[in-house]
């Protein structure tokens, strides 16, 4: 990773440590931009071919998640 990229992340993960500690949650408004974001690095690392990968990877994970979620083991 670069500088800049671990200061991102790291930023990321304090703010989302303390909201989800004190409020017990996660706010799209802070996840959304680093999932788009990630999307695009990857993308410009990889190109567009990655792009088949990245799709085929959200949709496993959903897949997992997806069924957590409506049974109310994990919150969205």
């Keep these: 990773m670069t500088d ?3 200061i991102g992340v790291w930023c990321l993960l ?3 440590s303390i ?3 004190s409020r017990g949650k ?3 408004w802070l ?3 680093f999932f ?3 999307i695009a690095y990857q993308i410009y690392l990889s190109g567009i071919s990655s792009f088949q990968t990245l799709l085929l990877s959200f949709a496993t ?3 997992i ?3 957590l979620y409506l049974s109310n083991i994990v919150a969205a």
């Design 31 to 33: 996840t959304l931009p």
């Design 65 to 67: 998640f997806f069924p």
């Design 26 to 28: 996660v706010y799209n």
């Design 61 to 63: 994970a959903s897949l």
């Design 4 to 6: 800049g990229l671990d």
């Design 19 to 21: 909201t989800d500690i």
């Design 14 to 16: 304090i703010i989302a």
């Design 36 to 38: 788009l974001t990630g």
